[in-house]
């Protein structure tokens, strides 16, 4: 535990001395990821499906706030569905749009969520979206979480059903839309996945607030539940798939990314626990302070003496 906590603070003092690099970092390894992700499974334009592409849009994402990766990943995706099926690309604009005028009129913020909740349904850690978005976020996170999965089922759906979109003729594109915006807001899968995340990330708000000792972990395995248990109700009333491991594999990795986003934020101790009570002319305060576990970095300095044995003659 020692050696957790003096990693924890070396690496908060290297991300103190060096955020100017590391956070262009961090946007680029988002940024090429997804524009990776997109390339792997709705690549259907040749001049944008190169090896090159990514890291050359990881690098312009390494200048731009998160809002603007997002709608710059969002533009990259149309271009890339437009080579399959105007139909789903309308479809997507018309979705982006909608999400631009409405949220970011409102709050401009968890813009990243856009990019992380596609980016985790595609790596098979579903779960984690919304333990994180609960403990970082605030509850209007679900609407950027709703709208990265329904990113994720709209690259989902374009792959799976890609040689009936590009083989629909003209005379069919009224069919073919109806069709894809059937098979996009019909998805039942993607509903109980919506309805599991939304449920999770309320159970994970509500119960961090708690003033109770360990209330991050109860709402990390509180949160895990709920989105297990409407995950079955959905298998039970929808008849809607999951694979089992695949399901336990991603609960685990969810978890194990839950608790260290804990670790690194909020580790306390709760067994130095203190009540304080004091007052003024008009009020009783009755607080309860909990101390952050903190360590001291050892500062050790390493002293090399070099000793020359004299040569025998």
């Known amino acids: 535990m020692?050696?957790?906590?003096?990693?924890?603070?070396?690496?908060?003092?290297?991300?103190?001395?060096?955020?100017?690099?590391?956070?262009?970092?961090?946007?680029?390894?988002?940024?090429?990821t997804a524009v990776f992700l997109m390339n792997q499974n709705v690549g259907?334009?040749?001049?944008?499906?190169?090896?090159?592409?990514?890291?050359?849009?990881?690098f312009v994402c390494a200048c731009l706030p998160y809002g603007a990766i997002a709608f710059l990943c969002g533009g990259f995706l149309l271009a890339q569905l437009s080579?399959?099926?105007?139909?789903?690309?309308?479809?997507?604009?018309?979705?982006?749009?909608?999400?631009?005028?409405?949220?970011?009129?409102?709050?401009?913020?968890?813009?990243?969520?856009?990019?992380?909740?596609?980016?985790?349904?595609?790596?098979?850690m579903p779960f984690v979206i919304p333990l994180l978005t609960g403990l970082a976020g605030s509850?209007?996170?679900?609407?950027?979480?709703?709208?990265?999965?329904?990113?994720?089922?709209?690259?989902?759906?374009?792959?799976?059903?890609?040689g009936f979109l590009a083989g629909s003729g003209q005379e069919e594109m009224t069919q073919v839309f109806i069709?894809?915006?059937?098979?996009?807001?019909?998805n039942q899968v993607m509903l109980v996945m919506m309805a599991a995340c939304c449920l999770g990330v309320l159970v994970v708000h509500l119960i961090k607030r708690w003033s109770v000792s360990y209330s991050w972990i109860i709402a990390i395995?509180?949160?895990?539940?709920?989105?297990?248990?409407?995950?079955?109700?959905?298998?039970?009333?929808?008849g809607v798939e999951m694979s089992l491991?695949?399901?336990?594999?991603?609960?685990?990795?969810s978890c194990a990314a839950a608790g260290a986003y804990h670790f690194f934020v909020f580790a306390v101790d709760y067994s130095r626990t203190e009540y304080v009570q004091f007052e003024d002319d008009e009020y009783y305060y009755y607080v309860k302070a909990v101390p952050?576990?903190?360590?001291?970095?050892?500062?050790?300095?390493v002293k090399r003496i070099n000793t020359r044995k004299a040569a025998r003659r």
């Not at 997507?92 to 005028?101: H, P, R």
């Open 292 to 301: 952050k576990l903190t360590v001291t970095r050892p500062d050790v300095k």
């Open 2 to 32: 020692m050696g957790l906590l003096v990693f924890k603070e070396g690496l908060k003092a290297f991300y103190a001395k060096y955020s100017a690099f590391a956070i262009p970092v961090i946007r680029f390894a988002v940024g090429f």
């Open 83 to 124: 080579a399959a099926s105007m139909e789903v690309t309308v479809i997507t604009l018309v979705f982006i749009l909608v999400v631009a005028l409405l949220y970011y009129s409102f709050r401009p913020g968890d813009s990243v969520l856009l990019l992380a909740a596609p980016i985790l349904f595609f790596l098979k």
């Open 44 to 58: 259907f334009m040749p001049k944008l499906s190169g090896p090159l592409v990514p890291a050359g849009m990881g």
């Open 139 to 162: 509850l209007l996170s679900v609407i950027p979480m709703c709208c990265g999965i329904f990113i994720y089922y709209v690259m989902l759906y374009t792959k799976m059903n890609s």
């Open 245 to 253: 491991p695949e399901m336990t594999l991603g609960i685990v990795l």
């Open 221 to 238: 395995a509180a949160g895990v539940i709920a989105q297990v248990v409407v995950i079955f109700v959905g298998d039970f009333r929808f």
């Open 179 to 186: 069709g894809a915006v059937k098979g996009l807001l019909g």
